[in-house]
């Protein structure tokens, strides 16, 4: 009888069983001929990655759970997953050689490591006569479609996204795959798997080197299914669903105001085609919000970086990227440990970093507020030492979406209004007046009132003594004082944008180039001509920028 042909899925992020098209390619073919074909689902944890790749436990947790999740639900499909430790493109060679494999079907992934990655892979595959069949499906639309639409660039406005995505065919989601027939001892299992059952088996989290017990509680548990829950649970809420408008929703509520699904859809848990053709149906027929604010609006938001991400070389990075901004950041490793792990003195800014820390997860207008406070508005850190420590603790850290936030919140892409800058004291209270969210993340200052806990500098200090927190012994005193570097920095950050408009016009300093807050297209170069014709069309709109500037200047 002839050996068995493999067919291996492989995941990586789609880390789900309902609408997984490479997946159900592959189940679909072992059901129609099972006599000649067994499949093996595989995830590769690659020990060496915790050398190059921040990961803090609150992730590692998370996918640790997914996993297990995963193999549970595999197994409801008569399958199970199988974890393979080791560098992908030393694994897979020895795999198609020893499972005897014909066929390897996974998602594609736009992310720079990926590409290099998968590129590797799929030649050690046409080396050893293996099929590749690989699926789009981590988005809902193909960033490569999109681009070619604008002609060959990427759109640099969520609008013009919007507006090129409108004309494209949403993918309907697909059901979770049939089940196998049933599963048989196979003649042709590895050597390795006969010795030792399971070795294959999910990671532990003692394998991950995490300690558990250290760790707080796990408010938002990895999985398939917890993220199918989460969904229902949320869209059942049909009235909050219509109404949802993500500015009006809390930055600092002591539960999240909005869904959290975005590890969920990081991970491929949850499929963001799903997601969104049950949002449509939730809200078909009924009066809702509207993007960009609504929930499909942060579908779509996604959608964008995606898009740009896939077209943008060195996006990830100031140097190099073409949509990028180039400003002289600073060097300050003081004050970015402080930011880092909450102890820059403003109370609403370290509350929002240690709930991160230890939570793994804040709001999006709360990244609002640190990102700008890092960047251009007080410590004038380079977005990219905050886009690390994201990467880093946030359960959602998705390396599309992070960059592109990083850049959007200093003003180094896409919003370009860099005199706008969040107040890291008036800011959290329009929310939360009475400072309890900063009372649970910062308990020094638990006893301090509503009128003076997001600025404890200001009680004297026979009130700090009362309230049992010392300003400076207890508590940091703040490292900045945010009125007065504020308008520095925006001073800093007008001259930038002047240096990068006089590059850019070839050596000719012109006025800044201020867009609408929903975004604009960076650095672009504007037709000019010589004589007072062209100076007289500039001058309004350079007048309006100034006054705009010194509009919020005195507000400081």
């Excluded at 999740?69 to 409801?76: F, G, K, Q």
């Excluded at 950041?329 to 930011?339: G, V």
Aim: a positive charge; hydrophobic letters at 35%.
């Amino acid at each position: 009888m002839a050996k068995r042909e493999t067919i291996v899925h492989w995941f990586r992020k789609g880390l789900r069983i309902h609408d997984n098209p490479a997946l159900t390619v592959a189940v679909d073919k072992v059901r129609a001929n099972p006599a000649k074909y067994c499949l093996r689902p595989i995830f590769v944890l690659d020990p060496g990655i915790r050398k190059w790749l921040r990961v803090g436990p609150n992730r590692w947790r998370f996918l640790q759970q997914t996993l297990a999740n995963l193999d549970e639900n595999l197994r409801s499909i008569n399958s199970r997953l199988y974890v393979v430790r080791g560098n992908p493109v030393e694994v897979f060679p020895k795999l198609f050689a020893d499972w005897n494999v014909s066929l390897l079907t996974y998602e594609h992934d736009i992310e720079p490591y990926a590409v290099k990655r998968d590129s590797t892979v799929e030649e050690q595959a046409r080396k050893h006569w293996v099929e590749v069949h690989i699926e789009k499906s981590h988005t809902i639309f193909d960033p490569e479609g999109i681009v070619k639409k604008n002609g060959g660039k990427p759109p640099l406005t969520y609008q013009r996204y919007a507006t090129l995505a409108s004309a494209c065919k949403i993918p309907q989601p697909l059901p979770v795959p049939q089940k196998l027939p049933a599963k048989e001892t196979s003649p042709e299992a590895d050597k390795e798997e006969r010795k030792n059952p399971s070795c294959y088996d999910p990671p532990t989290m003692e394998e991950l080197d995490i300690e558990e017990a250290s760790m707080g509680q796990c408010k938002f548990p990895g999985g398939e299914s917890e993220a199918l829950r989460r969904m229902n649970e949320i869209l059942s809420r049909k009235a909050w669903v219509c109404k949802f408008e993500k500015p009006n929703t809390s930055p600092n509520s002591l539960e999240p105001s909005t869904t959290v699904l975005s590890p969920y859809l990081k991970f491929g848990c949850l499929s963001v085609r799903l997601f969104y053709s049950r949002i449509a149906e939730t809200i078909k027929g009924q009066k809702h919000s509207q993007p960009p604010v609504s929930l499909i609006g942060q579908v779509m938001w996604r959608e964008f970086y995606y898009c740009v991400a896939a077209a943008t070389p060195n996006y990830d990075k100031m140097v190099g990227n073409g949509i990028c901004t180039q400003i002289d950041w600073d060097t300050n490793k003081d004050y970015l440990e402080a930011w880092t792990h909450g102890r820059t003195g403003y109370p609403f800014i370290d509350a929002i970093m240690r709930q991160l820390r230890q939570e793994g997860w804040i709001h999006h207008l709360a990244r609002h507020a640190v990102a700008c406070f890092l960047t251009r508005g007080d410590l004038w850190i380079s977005w990219e030492e905050g886009q690390r420590v994201f990467e880093e603790l946030l359960l959602d850290a998705d390396w599309a979406l992070n960059a592109g936030n990083w850049m959007w919140l200093s003003a180094s892409a896409f919003f370009h209004q860099y005199f706008r800058v969040y107040s890291p004291v008036a800011f959290g209270k329009k929310t939360d007046p009475e400072g309890k969210f900063i009372k649970k993340y910062v308990p020094e200052l638990a006893r301090f009132p509503a009128g003076i806990i997001y600025e404890p500098w200001k009680a004297n200090l026979e009130t700090q003594k009362k309230l049992g927190c010392i300003i400076g012994k207890d508590y940091p005193m703040r490292i900045v004082v945010h009125e007065d570097i504020s308008k520095v920095n925006i001073q800093r950050m007008s001259a930038a944008y002047k240096r990068n408009k006089a590059q850019k016009d070839g050596g000719t300093e012109q006025d800044d180039s201020v867009s609408s807050g929903s975004g604009g297209t960076p650095g672009k170069k504007r037709p000019t001509s010589t004589g007072s014709t062209a100076k007289g069309k500039a001058a309004p709109k350079k007048r309006k920028i100034e006054a705009n500037i010194e509009k919020f200047l005195k507000k400081k």
